[in-house]
């Protein structure tokens, strides 16, 4: 019995639970703890979700280890909801996050940054990742073509 649609959906629903679990609830319950001020919070957010990036991008190597040598057998579906999370992760790696930690950082040393739209597309990037994610878990575990 081969294991790899398994193994691919289970590391996508993996990595679906992990960004919800971090940016859905942790994001905002930190605020919520008894002594934990703002400053407090950003410092433990920067952590966090500079965390939750370098994981992702172990997660997408691990993906992309799994279905490389299927890569000719693979459907069209599958190659552009890849290349879809392979964008997201790099505009938030390369342009939404280190914008983001910035502001953290003004913020922490008591300066009031300038309007950005940043947390917003980032909140809407992990969305659309997530909702892709759960989507592509699905569609390989019914997918036989992750066979060899």
Request: with cysteine; aromatic share 12%.
């Amino acid at each position: 019995m081969n294991k790899s649609p398994a193994i691919v959906s289970g590391t996508l629903f993996f990595w679906a639970g992990f960004v919800c679990s971090i940016s859905f609830m942790e994001a905002w319950l930190k605020f919520q703890a008894p002594g934990v001020t703002l400053p407090i919070g950003l410092s433990i957010g920067k952590l966090i979700f500079t965390a939750l990036n370098r994981m992702e991008w172990i997660l997408l190597v691990l993906l992309g280890v799994v279905t490389i040598s299927r890569i000719r057998n693979l459907p069209k579906t599958f190659f552009y909801l890849s290349a879809t999370i392979l964008l997201i992760l790099v505009v938030q790696t390369f342009a939404l996050l280190p914008e983001l930690n910035q502001r953290a950082e003004l913020i922490i040393s008591g300066t009031t940054p300038n309007k950005s739209d940043a947390h917003l597309f980032f909140g809407i990037a992990e969305v659309l990742k997530v909702i892709i994610l759960i989507y592509m878990g699905f569609y390989t575990s019914k997918n036989r073509k992750l066979s060899p």
